[in-house]
C-alpha cells in the first residue's frame, strides 16, 4: 500500500508536465490501484468501531424484548434482518430477502447428575437434532466405549448386550457426532454422552433431525476422563435429560449489493446474523454483522463509483449448520457462482479474550483442512499484509468448514476472512503476542447468556473492522493482487478458530 500511496501522490506532478495525449495513454491497471488504494484509506478511516457499537446496542435491545435470544425462526431473527434491511435501503442499496425453511431446534432441558457413586451435577450441552428424554429424563447406568482412533464408531466398539439400557460414554474422535450416537443406539443404548478431545465445552449438531437416534449431549473433556475413573471403579448410575423442540419455520438471509459495479467481478462479503437460543449473540455474531454494516453504510457514503459490483450478506441459521448461506449457494445459476470472486467473512470479530485469527489460505500452518481454492492464498496475504502495516500481530487459522464460508469454499470461490476465537483456550504464546489471559477461553460466554454488550472487546472490533474497510475499498476497484502469486513459507500458528480443535459451533459435525 506505501508503493500505492506514493504512487497515488505523485500522480499530480506527473500529469501537470505530461502532454494531454500521454495523460489519456495512462494505464487502466495502475489507475484501478490508484482508486483502491484512496477508497480503502478512506474507508478505513471512516470506519467506526464506536459506530459499529450502535448496532450492538439495537441487536441486544431487539433480543431483550424477544426472549432473550435473535435465533433463526425467532422475532428476535426477523428484527434483527429487519433492521439491517431498513439500514441498506437507507444508503441506496439494492437489498433483498432470500427466504429458506429449516428446522428450528430450541433446547428445553440438558442435565446430567451422576446418583452414585458420589452424588455430582454435570454441565451438559444438547446436541442439535437430538431426540428426547421424557420429562423428567431417564435414570440409568453408563457405559464407557474403550478409546481408540475412531471411538464409537463402529458396530464392534460395543460389546454385545454391554450398551443395552444404557448411556453410552464416547469420546470424540474419529466420526460424526451422528454417527457415534447411532452406532451406540444399534448397540441397545438409551442416550449417549460424548466427551471432548480437547479443552473447552463440547457443542455440536448431530446434521439433521433424521439422523437423530436417542438422546445426545456433549460434556468438557475433564468431565469425560472423570466419568472414565468413575468406572474404572465400578458402576456408575446417572438421571440424563435432554429435551429439544424441533419445528419448521422459514427465516430470512439478507442480501444488499451495489446499484453500479461490474457483475462479472462481484466481491462478496458476509457474517451470521442469527444467535443461538441461548443469548443474544452479541459477539457471536452482531460483532461480525454489525462490522459489515458500518463499512457498508461507509462505502455508500463515500459516493464511490465501484468498478466491481460489491455484495454483502447476513446469513441466518448458521448456528443450524451454515444453512442460510448453503441455501445461497445452492440457488446460484453456474454463472453466478463465476461471477463471485472472492468472498470474505466475519464471524464473532471481537472476542474478549481475543486472538487475532486469518483463514489459512494457503495451509501454511499445516493445521486440519488443506488450503482454500485458487485466490484464497491471496486473500489471506493481503489481511496479513494490512495487519503488518497497522503493526498489529495476527496467527493463522484452518478452514474447518465450520462457517459461512464452507460452501463458497466447496464450489471453488476463493475465500478467507477474520475471527477472534470462540470456546477454545488462549495459549501462553497467544498471550504474550496479543495480550489477555492464558488459560481461558477467547470468549467464556461463547454460546451463552452472558454473550451480551459487555463481552466485546472494542480493541479486536476495530482492528477487524479496519480489515473489512481495506478490503472493501480495495477490491470495489482492484482485483489484481488475487493474480499476484503467493510465497507459502511454513509457519507455526495453531488451530486457533478452528483445526477441529476450538471451533464448537452448533454446526460443528465432525470430530
Given at each position: 500500500?506505501?508503493?500505492?500511496?506514493?504512487?497515488?501522490?505523485?500522480?499530480?506532478?506527473?500529469?501537470?508536465?505530461?502532454?494531454?495525449?500521454?495523460?489519456?495513454?495512462?494505464?487502466?491497471?495502475?489507475?484501478?490501484?490508484?482508486?483502491?488504494?484512496?477508497?480503502?484509506?478512506?474507508?478505513?478511516?471512516?470506519?467506526?468501531?464506536?459506530?459499529?457499537?450502535?448496532?450492538?446496542?439495537?441487536?441486544?435491545?431487539?433480543?431483550?424484548t424477544t426472549n432473550g435470544h435473535r435465533a433463526a425462526g425467532s422475532l428476535g431473527h426477523d428484527a434483527s434482518a429487519a433492521y439491517v434491511y431498513q439500514q441498506l435501503k437507507k444508503y441506496g442499496y439494492d437489498v433483498s430477502y432470500q427466504q429458506f425453511d429449516f428446522i428450528y431446534t430450541e433446547t428445553q432441558a440438558e442435565k446430567l447428575q451422576v446418583l452414585a457413586p458420589a452424588p455430582r451435577d454435570v454441565e451438559i450441552k444438547a446436541m442439535t437434532y437430538t431426540t428426547s428424554t421424557p420429562v423428567g429424563g431417564v435414570k440409568a447406568d453408563l457405559a464407557a466405549v474403550p478409546v481408540d482412533a475412531t471411538t464409537g464408531c463402529e458396530p464392534t466398539d460395543y460389546a454385545t448386550g454391554t450398551f443395552t439400557g444404557k448411556i453410552a460414554l464416547i469420546k470424540r474422535g474419529g466420526c460424526t457426532f451422528g454417527e457415534k450416537q447411532a452406532a451406540a443406539a444399534a448397540a441397545g443404548a438409551s442416550g449417549a454422552v460424548i466427551y471432548n478431545n480437547t479443552d473447552g465445552v463440547l457443542s455440536g449438531t448431530l446434521g439433521d433431525p433424521a439422523t437423530g437416534k436417542i438422546p445426545t449431549g456433549g460434556v468438557t473433556k475433564a468431565e469425560g476422563e472423570k466419568l472414565v475413573a468413575d468406572l474404572a471403579t465400578g458402576p456408575v448410575n446417572i438421571s440424563f435429560e435432554i429435551r429439544q423442540l424441533?419445528?419448521?419455520?422459514?427465516?430470512?438471509?439478507?442480501?444488499?449489493?451495489?446499484?453500479?459495479?461490474?457483475?462479472?467481478?462481484?466481491?462478496?462479503?458476509?457474517?451470521?446474523?442469527?444467535?443461538?437460543?441461548?443469548?443474544?449473540?452479541?459477539?457471536?455474531?452482531?460483532?461480525?454483522?454489525?462490522?459489515?454494516?458500518?463499512?457498508?453504510?461507509?462505502?455508500?457514503?463515500s459516493k464511490a463509483k465501484p468498478a466491481n459490483k460489491v455484495r454483502f450478506a447476513w446469513w441466518s441459521a448458521e448456528e443450524n449448520g451454515l444453512l442460510g448461506s448453503e441455501a445461497y449457494v445452492a440457488n446460484l445459476s453456474s454463472l453466478g457462482k463465476k461471477e463471485i470472486k472472492l468472498y470474505l467473512n466475519f464471524d464473532m470479530i471481537a472476542s474478549p479474550n481475543y486472538g487475532l485469527f486469518v483463514y489459512d489460505g494457503d495451509d501454511s500452518d499445516a493445521v486440519g483442512a488443506g488450503p482454500g481454492p485458487a485466490g484464497s492464498a491471496q486473500l489471506e496475504r493481503d489481511i496479513n499484509e494490512f495487519l503488518d502495516k497497522k503493526g498489529k500481530p495476527h496467527e493463522g487459522t484452518d478452514f474447518t468448514g465450520r462457517s459461512d464460508y464452507g460452501p463458497f469454499i466447496e464450489v471453488g470461490i476463493p475465500s478467507g476472512g477474520t475471527f477472534t476465537g470462540a470456546e477454545g483456550i488462549k495459549t501462553a504464546a497467544q498471550a504474550e503476542k496479543f495480550g489477555g489471559t492464558a488459560g481461558v477461553a477467547y470468549d467464556s460466554c461463547y454460546h451463552a447468556k452472558c454473550d451480551n454488550l459487555s463481552n466485546i472487546d472494542m480493541t479486536a472490533f476495530a482492528v477487524n473492522i479496519g480489515v473489512i474497510a481495506n478490503a472493501v475499498g480495495t477490491y470495489t476497484h482492484d482485483l489484481s493482487s488475487l493474480r499476484k502469486p503467493v510465497v507459502t513459507v511454513p509457519t507455526d500458528g495453531d488451530a486457533g478458530s478452528g483445526g477441529g480443535l476450538h471451533d464448537g459451533h452448533d454446526h460443528d459435525v465432525t470430530e
Open positions: 500500500m506505501a508503493t500505492l500511496a506514493a504512487a497515488a501522490l505523485a500522480t499530480p506532478l506527473l500529469l501537470a508536465s505530461a502532454s494531454p495525449s500521454a495523460a489519456h495513454r495512462h494505464d487502466p491497471a495502475e489507475q484501478a490501484a490508484k482508486d483502491a488504494a484512496k477508497l480503502a484509506g478512506k474507508l478505513v478511516q471512516k470506519s467506526s468501531a464506536t459506530d459499529a457499537y450502535q448496532h450492538l446496542k439495537k441487536f441486544q435491545q431487539i433480543a431483550d424441533q419445528q419448521k419455520r422459514s427465516t430470512n438471509n439478507v442480501i444488499a449489493e451495489t446499484r453500479g459495479g461490474n457483475a462479472a467481478n462481484t466481491v462478496m462479503l458476509g457474517a451470521h446474523l442469527d444467535s443461538v437460543t441461548a443469548g443474544p449473540g452479541i459477539n457471536d455474531n452482531g460483532s461480525g454483522s454489525a462490522g459489515l454494516l458500518e463499512v457498508a453504510q461507509e462505502l455508500a457514503k
